[in-house]
């Protein structure tokens, strides 16, 4: 991996970004995780980040608010989103809002992986 | 979880209807098929939830709750379904269940699983299940005591109980309040800010962020941690924890009141096998075994959790919205040390796996430790006979000794012992044997101290896991250096556990050639065994021809974490017996040798996982769920009161739920109510068969049935083998006199089943019981037969016959030993036989009914010729061999 990609994960469960940190970090990425919305959008005023991967239902600021904005703002981010709520509507909702991929928990960690080097490869 | 308690309260209440009288046959066969679906719904939830302790997936809270109240709910059913099967034979189980149930929800709920009070425990009384209890230490030196039976020094916990207790007397948590409030105060400044920046946050909507901010404790430094400390030491034992201490210490002083010592040792609640701290906290050595002594050295090692190394740790130990972490301390016997050292089962630096390191001096382990001394070093090659590939004496001028008044002092080694090396050729042995088998059992390279007494004495005193410094970016590319190794397989059947091993194959072919299993080995079997979990702390990986992810083996070698591959198909043809493999469970790849880039990989690249608290939370669980003690349904312990875990309830109810079906009694009812059809083969069995579903396709009506239209699988094949030809003889054999004599006289064991005076097969497309009485002997098979390998089993019976018991023991040995080559487990007594299987698949359960077809034709007369022992092998071998000719 040349150039080090940055990533962003939400979830208001610790132990979701504690463990996509863990075996992402193992990869080589750059991994920054934060447990609700709001200072995760702050944090993407000061700093590039490369893939989001956020939970779907959150209080507060919700995924699809998050995907909303990123895609808004911030175009070029790719935008994952995982859910313990697997419900066909809300897959559906994500795919249309661009959403990159959509998995329900538990998330295989083999997939996420594939996923995030899908997005980054069609990034160049 | 309340439903299913309430739901419990009315199944004890409520008395089925007409509960005494028997079911029909077609009734309880529906039944048996709801205690398999059941079973199995439970089993692949266990499955699953041992699965994510691999570390493949990502998961949180909701799904281990979700998942438990599944697997609750599922084994709840499964108990319910066997005692309407059994008309409530096993009320029992509920209770079971309550128990396990009652104990998992309090881990759910962040609680210790047992309510427990006791201020001390000694080790022989420690179970994993007081880890919380009596801490992460003292918990590991109980386990590889009361389970890896090593020696290690008598001793006891003062436990978590006692820490709140001791907190409470002195009113620690408010004067650490009263401090807490005292340095913000002093932190006035910095914190103003902080409230201002919290307004504006609170003020976006942002409460969260807010509070984080409000509740920074930056401010809390050293200089506040070295005041709580003081707090400690200060502090007075409540009374009834003296005397606690001063029995137990009774207790462990023994006779020698005036000479014996203790060692005091911090066991913090959380300072387990995996966890980043261990070893940060105090210890105090050779301390007087006097109350006032141990008091006072207690009282240090509980100030040690605020020392000012804790800072880094505040939010463990200190956490906001939790009670304070509780830290427990160990009391263990000091050694009388001749010479003592350090074990590491890897080189740290190179990550060699294939030898232990041993690093030892005269005296106490301390200045090995403390790497103060110019050590012994030895290099033993992990697989026995413990081969020494290395001996490095060094030149050691210093050791630690216990002092008599307490405490211990380094002192100089005379010139003529500097150079002796301190341990024996067998004591390095000794070492490195028991240092491989603690780390085979915890499955990652181990830092082992121990120390050696006067007489000659081998004492393990800790063992946690070896930290290594790994080449980060060197681990990560191993796949090129991966491409020299060649590959014996790949991609053959399912991983159960993944991880990677390596060691010499194993090739199973009797199970009771387990016993044999060499540690560190890989075992490669035809079929998965729940038995298999005798070698499970030892083994490096398992490998299977059959089987599933979900059997009883599968989920055992999660709980052990050893690297599994199931249902390869070609795994006993492939691997050779002896030969050196590495098992890679992760691409599922068996490489040929020993491929060292594989195992370092392992090493360095297994996340932290047991860092997370659900993580941890989920192991915690499994162990009430998991793990198998009950193992032989022919031993004395397979009872409703030995199971222990759902995994326990879960084998009893598939074993007794056969039971109900080979219930003899059932088929007069089967004969009274039901339409008989006659086999109509060539061969005179006599043989009539009761269709409940699926067993008989006629073209015509009439009561008759030719093979042709037998479509029940298992019933099919047994048919098939009595049928082969030259198995079936029909020609008389000659009975000598006597032998005639004894047949007039009627055995009691077997007049009981007279009445069934037919041979009758109760069948459907996947189940027969075949109940055969030829001349005076009685066989009988049971038989489930699916595609679904966990649904299928085989239980087979044969007693009785014709001539005198002698004779007729012969014929059962005869019998016994060929069920034994084909692996099925096989229990005699006299003329009983009594064999069972489960767990094949279908094709394999196809040919081991037609075999068994073959040998109830073929032992129908043979105990008439067995004139004496000597024959029995014969006789044994030509079945084997497919010579059925016989006289």
Avoid at chain 1, 29 to 57: G, H, M, Q, S, W
Avoid at chain 2, 74 to 85: A, E, G, P
Avoid at chain 2, 754 to 771: D, F, P
Wanted: hydrophobic share 40%; aromatic share 8%; net charge neutral.
């Amino acid at each position: 991996m040349n150039k080090q990609y940055k990533i962003m994960v939400i979830d208001d469960e610790k132990i979701v970004g504690d463990m996509t940190k863990m075996t992402l970090e193992q990869d080589g990425y750059v991994v920054e995780t934060f447990l609700n919305a709001a200072p995760a959008l702050e944090r993407l005023k000061e700093e590039k980040f490369d893939v989001i991967v956020t939970d779907y239902k959150m209080k507060g600021i919700d995924g699809m608010e998050v995907l909303r904005t990123v895609k808004k703002l911030y175009p070029e981010i790719v935008v994952i989103m995982i859910t313990a709520f697997a419900n066909l509507d809300a897959a559906i909702e994500a795919l249309r809002s661009d959403v990159h991929d959509f998995f329900p928990k538990p998330v295989k960690i083999k997939e996420l992986k594939a996923s995030i080097q899908r997005a980054l490869a069609k990034d160049k | 979880m309340k439903t299913l308690l309430e739901r419990l309260k009315n199944f004890f209440t409520k008395k089925a209807p007409g509960a005494d009288a028997k079911l029909p046959f077609k009734v309880v066969f529906s039944r048996f098929r709801q205690v398999l679906e059941s079973n199995n719904r439970a089993l692949e939830i266990m499955a699953d939830m041992g699965d994510k302790l691999g570390g493949n997936y990502i998961f949180d809270i909701n799904y281990i709750r979700k998942s438990y109240a599944e697997l609750a709910d599922s084994v709840f059913q499964s108990i319910y379904n066997l005692n309407s099967l059994s008309q409530n034979k096993y009320l029992y189980l509920h209770r079971i269940f309550e128990r396990i149930n009652d104990r998992v929800n309090r881990i759910l709920e962040g609680k210790s699983p047992l309510e427990q009070r006791e201020l001390v425990l000694f080790y022989r009384d420690i179970s994993w299940e007081m880890s919380d209890q009596v801490g992460g230490k003292n918990a590991g030196l109980a386990e590889l005591a009361n389970y890896l039976k090593l020696n290690v020094p008598q001793g006891f916990a003062i436990t978590a109980s006692a820490f709140r207790e001791f907190v409470e007397y002195n009113r620690i948590g408010e004067k650490i309040s009263a401090l807490k409030q005292k340095y913000r105060k002093a932190a006035k400044r910095s914190h103003k800010e902080d409230i201002m920046s919290a307004i504006t946050f609170a003020e976006g909507g942002e409460h969260d962020t807010a509070r984080e901010i409000l509740n920074e404790e930056d401010y809390l430094d050293e200089s506040f941690f070295a005041e709580v400390q003081e707090l400690f030491r200060k502090g007075k034992l409540p009374p009834h924890l003296v005397s606690s201490i001063e029995d137990a210490l009774d207790i462990l002083r023994g006779g020698d009141r005036e000479s014996c010592r203790i060692a005091v040792r911090s066991s913090a609640e959380k300072e387990d096998l995996e966890f980043s701290f261990a070893g940060q906290f105090e210890t105090v050595l050779n301390v007087p075994a006097s109350i006032k002594k141990v008091e006072e050295a207690y009282k240090e090692v509980l100030a040690s959790l605020y020392s000012a190394r804790a800072v880094s740790y505040r939010d463990l130990i200190m956490p906001r919205d939790k009670p304070m972490m509780a830290m427990s301390v160990g009391c263990i016997r000091m050694v009388d040390a001749v010479a003592s050292g350090v074990i590491y089962t890897s080189d740290p630096n190179n990550l060699n796996n294939d030898a232990v390191i041993i690093s030892a001096n005269w005296g106490l382990g301390k200045t090995v430790v403390d790497g103060l001394v110019d050590a012994d070093h030895f290099i033993v090659r992990k697989e026995e006979p413990y081969e020494i590939l290395e001996k490095k004496t060094g030149k050691k001028e210093l050791k630690a000794v216990a002092l008599r008044e307490g405490g211990i002092q380094e002192v100089g080694i005379p010139d003529s012992e500097q150079r002796k090396p301190c341990l024996s050729d067998e004591q390095i042995r000794e070492l490195a044997r028991q240092a491989v088998l603690i780390e085979h059992y915890m499955k990652k390279p181990q830092d082992i101290e121990w120390s050696i007494d006067k007489r000659g004495e081998i004492f393990i005193l800790q063992s946690r896991p070896l930290r290594i410094s790994s080449p980060a970016a060197a681990t990560r590319n191993i796949i090129s250096s991966l491409q020299k190794y060649p590959v014996l397989m790949e991609n053959r059947g399912k991983i159960a556990r993944r991880g990677i091993g390596a060691g010499r194959v194993f090739i199973l072919q009797r199970l009771e050639d387990l016993k044999n299993f060499p540690p560190g080995s890989v075992l490669v079997a035809r079929h998965d065994s729940s038995h298999f979990i005798k070698i499970m702390p030892k083994a490096s990986a398992i490998i299977t021809d059959t089987g599933t992810p979900t059997s009883h083996m599968s989920n055992i070698a999660r709980e052990f974490q050893v690297p599994t591959i199931v249902n390869t198909g070609v795994g006993t043809s492939v691997l050779k017996h002896g030969e050196e493999v590495t098992v890679d469970a992760e691409d599922n790849r068996i490489y040929a040798g020993i491929v060292k880039e594989l195992l370092t990989y392992r090493i360095t690249d297994e996340i932290p996982l047991m860092e997370l608290e659900e993580f941890r939370l989920l192991q915690k669980m499994l162990r009430y769920i998991t793990p198998l003690n009950l193992i032989d349904p022919l031993l004395e312990n397979f009872t409703p009161e030995n199971c222990r875990t759902f995994h326990d309830i879960l084998r009893f109810i598939h074993e007794k739920a056969i039971a109900e079906l080979v219930d003899i009694d059932r088929y007069k009812e089967v004969l009274r109510n039901n339409i008989a059809v006659k086999l109509d083969v060539p061969i005179p069995t006599g043989i009539f068969m009761i269709d409940i579903g699926g067993g008989l396709n006629l073209k015509e009506k009439g009561n008759r049935a030719s093979l042709d239209e037998i479509t029940s699988i298992p019933f099919r094949a047994i048919v098939g083998g009595m049928m082969h030809p030259g198995v079936w003889h029909s020609e008389a054999v000659s009975m000598k006199i006597n032998d005639f004599m004894s047949s007039m006289l009627k055995m009691p064991d077997v007049s009981a089943m007279s009445y069934l005076g037919e041979n009758v097969a109760v069948i459907s497309r996947e189940y027969v019981n075949l109940s055969l009485r030829f001349g005076y002997h009685f066989n009988m098979i049971d038989c489930y037969c699916s595609d679904n390998i966990r649904d299928n089993h085989v239980y087979f019976r044969f007693v009785g016959g014709a001539t005198d018991i002698t004779k007729r023991s012969r014929r059962a040995e005869l019998i016994g030993s060929i069920l034994k080559e084909f692996n099925m487990r096989t229990n005699l007594k006299g003329d009983l036989i009594i064999a069972r299987t489960d767990n094949i698949t279908r094709p394999e359960m196809e040919e081991l009914l037609d075999y068994l077809g073959r040998l109830i034709a073929y032992t129908r007369q043979l105990d008439a010729l067995l004139d004496d022992d000597s024959v029995v092998g014969r006789y044994v071998r030509n079945f084997l061999e497919g010579n059925y000719r016989i006289g």
